[in-house]
């Protein structure tokens, strides 16, 4: 239960840190929902296709996780935030997908493939993701067999939260 609650302090602090850089959030609250709209309307959607769809994601962050593994690279700080807070907010989660979903949208990461959130790699490696909303994972999940995909988040897969991979 101690844990729980630590757990539930840091996040606290994190997405407090993050609105504390606003001056003003209208940015912030206008990207966020602009992410969450799209992910609600289209479901599982990749980083490529916010950048195509979503004004004002292109940037030059890097989205990064733990254990030495990239989310995503040439991401707008106003957008890595927005992804963070949706995250943080439990409105949005990740999806591990296959690099060949990425592929066939047309652009892939020059890393090898991490195979899953938890393992310490001794290099860099990519963490190909997309976005669903929590009902809709629930629903792709009960279709799917779990070695085609690993839901990371809130509705199980290997058990690892993605608030984990986001923040450190």
Same mark, same amino acid.
């Given at each position: $239960?101690? #844990?729980? $609650?630590? /757990? =539930?302090?840091?996040? =606290? /602090?994190?997405?407090?840190? *993050?609105?504390? @850089?606003?001056?003003? &959030?209208?940015?912030?609250?206008?990207?966020?929902? %602009? !992410?969450? @709209?799209?992910? =609600? *309307?289209?479901?599982?959607?990749?980083?490529?296709?916010? /950048? %195509?769809?979503?004004?004002?994601?292109?940037?030059?962050?890097?989205?990064?996780? &733990? #254990?030495? &593994?990239?989310?995503?690279?040439? !991401?707008?700080?106003?957008?890595?935030?927005?992804?963070?807070?949706?995250?943080?907010?439990?409105?949005?989660?990740?999806?591990?997908?296959?690099?060949?979903?990425?592929? !066939?949208?047309?652009? *892939?990461? #020059?890393? +090898?493939?991490?195979? #899953?959130?938890?393992?310490?790699?001794? &290099?860099?490696?990519?963490?190909?993701?997309?976005?669903?909303? +929590?009902? =809709?994972?629930?629903?792709?999940?009960?279709?799917?067999?779990?070695? %085609? *995909?690993? !839901?990371?988040? @809130?509705?199980?897969?290997?058990?690892?939260?993605?608030?984990?991979?986001?923040?450190?």
């Amino acid at each position: $239960m101690e #844990n729980k $609650m630590a /757990e =539930k302090m840091d996040y =606290k /602090e994190i997405y407090d840190s *993050i609105k504390k @850089q606003y001056k003003n &959030t209208d940015g912030l609250e206008k990207m966020k929902n %602009e !992410i969450y @709209q799209f992910i =609600k *309307i289209n479901g599982q959607v990749s980083f490529i296709e916010l /950048e %195509e769809n979503i004004s004002g994601f292109k940037g030059n962050c890097l989205f990064s996780g &733990t #254990n030495k &593994t990239i989310l995503w690279q040439g !991401i707008s700080a106003l957008a890595l935030d927005s992804l963070k807070l949706l995250i943080l907010e439990d409105e949005i989660i990740a999806q591990k997908v296959s690099p060949l979903d990425y592929h !066939i949208d047309g652009k *892939i990461l #020059n890393y +090898p493939i991490a195979k #899953n959130a938890s393992t310490n790699y001794q &290099t860099i490696r990519w963490l190909p993701l997309v976005f669903n909303l +929590p009902v =809709k994972a629930k629903q792709v999940q009960k279709r799917m067999d779990e070695s %085609e *995909i690993n !839901i990371i988040g @809130q509705n199980g897969g290997d058990g690892a939260h993605y608030k984990e991979l986001a923040f450190i």
